[in-house]
């Protein structure tokens, strides 16, 4: 029987999954739209300005994670670094939406570009690796993670009804099209700085419960903190556990999906399917919420499938029934009758069961690398460094998207946005490939690295029991 401490603890810390979730997705759902069909950069400065990002991350995120776990506060080292973030992280949602087009300057235009969201990623990283520090941090052992896991994904699906599904609301449309009026063209960057604010809002109000009552840390001495490698010594030490490193590789793939599906999804409903600003909500927006509502009523088949054949095990199966699912992506198009456009809602409905099944399993195994981590490299708890080193390597699944992108939009001769489009039939194909080959293919290259990851099964038992052993000395 749970407690009812330990429960309230458990759900406020599921808070903490709002502003980092809301905050993020609804950058990878809008900003590449933003710039490319409202402000007009071609694709070629996005890519540009997308690995220049990268380039910053190189460095921002692993970074970030090793100062975390070497800082010693009488605040606590993660609460320092969660209340420095939270509010600046509120303003990113406007800031990325106010781009100074007043000035008319292209160069102006993609220069902003390129400083927000490279101090969007400062501020988001910031949050987001001592967030997840916390995790394995507060809640010891699986089956605790396991309980908390449901409030944090549950209240996760909050976070992405509400970045997926609001622009679809209050942006209309989210893509221009030739049949979008000069005033209406005008009118959306308002629109888009519109939506930012209200996300500014509701990032904020979501965050108070968890910043003022969900931190709880566990008190690290000096002489723990000075045994914990330096920052180089933290990322070689790192990158050579090859446990973590076929991991995140295979998880970089799936979250290669994650991204490019609310990426391409605007596009896509409006060039393959012809949906017009009328009927965006109804045929996308409103599909999107029930998608994610789905997604959560999974989660406890996650959890039972996660208990019964291993964590490992269910996101391989996550993973396969996840491609076959997009399937059907290929096989839509416009037709007089809008008989597709009926068949496409079952289609995003059915995406909830994959996307529930990546974000659930991720966390905890995580966690367990970690666990492994402290009995057999360090003997201290690093959690900062590898979900620092998580999101970095993570990031490189966004210079695959955009890169794949690209060179499908240069291919089929949109390398500026152009909504007279002169060959509909091979616009439609590269959008496909995007949306439907492009992701199967990181997939299955997912699937091939867990198939090698060597920690489950009873090596995972053995690294448990040494885990307990070790904390039950710390105690003492």
Not at 310 to 322: A, H, Q
């Amino acid at each position: 029987m749970e407690k009812k401490g330990g429960l309230v603890r458990k759900i406020v810390f599921g808070f903490s999954s709002i502003p980092d979730q809301l905050t993020y997705q609804a950058f990878t759902y809008l900003v590449f739209t933003f710039y490319y069909t409202i402000i007009r950069l071609n694709i070629l400065e996005m890519l540009i300005g997308y690995t220049i990002w990268a380039i910053w991350n190189a460095v921002n995120d692993p970074l970030l994670g090793s100062l975390s776990d070497r800082t010693k506060t009488s605040f606590g080292r993660r609460r320092l670094y969660i209340s420095i973030a939270i509010v600046p992280l509120c303003l990113m949602m406007v800031l990325l939406f106010t781009v100074p087009i007043f000035l008319g300057s292209q160069l102006i235009n993609f220069v902003y570009f390129m400083v927000i969201i490279m101090v969007f990623e400062f501020i988001y990283t910031m949050y987001s690796v001592n967030v997840n520090a916390l995790f394995p941090e507060m809640f010891p052992n699986e089956k605790e993670r396991a309980t908390t896991n449901l409030f944090v994904k549950g209240l996760t699906i909050f976070a992405l009804c509400f970045a997926f599904a609001v622009p679809n609301l209050i942006i209309t449309p989210l893509v221009p099209d030739i049949t979008t009026s000069p005033a209406v063209v005008a009118s959306l960057p308002f629109q888009y700085a519109a939506f930012g604010f209200i996300a500014m809002i509701v990032t904020g109000v979501a965050a108070a419960p968890f910043v003022l009552f969900g931190i709880k840390e566990k008190k690290t001495g000096v002489k723990e903190i000075e045994k914990g490698p330096s920052f180089w010594q933290s990322m070689k030490i790192t990158m050579k556990n090859k446990t973590f490193v076929i991991f995140v590789c295979a998880n970089m793939l799936i979250w290669y999906l994650f991204g490019m599906f609310p990426t391409i999804l605007p596009l896509f409903g409006t060039y393959v399917l012809g949906i017009t600003k009328n009927d965006q909500f109804l045929i996308v927006g409103l599909p999107l919420i029930i998608a994610l509502l789905f997604a959560a009523a999974c989660f406890p088949l996650h959890r039972y499938i996660g208990r019964k054949f291993g964590m490992r095990n269910g996101l391989i199966l996550t993973s396969i029934v996840w491609a076959i699912t997009l399937i059907p992506f290929a096989l839509v198009y416009v037709d007089p009758l809008g008989i597709m456009r009926l068949i496409f809602i079952p289609v995003i409905i059915i995406q909830g069961f994959g996307l529930s099944g990546a974000m659930y399993y991720v966390d905890i195994i995580i966690s367990d690398i970690i666990d492994e981590d402290e009995v057999k490299t360090t003997g201290v708890r690093r959690e900062g460094s590898y979900y620092g080193m998580n999101a970095f390597i993570h990031r490189i699944s966004i210079i695959l998207r955009i890169l794949s992108i690209f060179l499908v939009f240069s291919g089929m001769g949109w390398g500026d946005y152009n909504p007279h489009v002169n060959n509909p039939f091979l616009l439609h194909i590269g959008l496909k490939l995007l949306m439907v080959v492009f992701p199967i293919i990181a997939l299955t290259g997912a699937v091939l690295l867990l198939l090698v990851f060597p920690l489950h099964g009873k090596k995972l038992e053995e690294v448990q029991k040494e885990v307990a052993k070790i904390r039950a000395q710390k105690t003492e």
